[in-house]
């Protein structure tokens, strides 16, 4: 079973390009056809999944970023994969 699920619409994005190893590339596009889904939506997922799980980031953004976390509500990133 799948620990993401397939996208459902898309949101609005924004252009982040990254670089990646080799191997994390290619299973990345791996998992992102396993899902039928595109690379992009696979790391923002990731990221969301990562964001609630890590308490430690949870606390440290409540204490130190209340402010500015409420301005970038709902901004999604997009990846350029290259």
């Known amino acids: 079973m ?6 459902s619409k898309q949101p609005k994005t924004t252009m ?3 670089r990646l190893d080799e ?4 299973n990345l ?10 690379p992009s939506y696979v790391v923002t997922e990731v990221l969301k ?4 799980k890590d308490k ?4 440290w953004l ?3 970023h ?12 997009q990846l350029e994969l290259k």
């Open 2 to 7: 799948a620990l993401l699920k397939a996208p």
């Open 16 to 18: 982040l390009q990254v």
């Open 23 to 26: 191997e994390v590339r290619l």
């Open 29 to 38: 596009d791996r998992y992102a056809e396993f899902l039928d889904a595109n």
């Open 49 to 52: 999944l990562l964001y609630r």
């Open 56 to 59: 430690a980031f949870q606390a």
């Open 62 to 64: 409540s204490d130190q």
């Open 66 to 77: 209340t402010t500015t976390s409420d301005t970038r509500k709902g901004q999604s990133f």
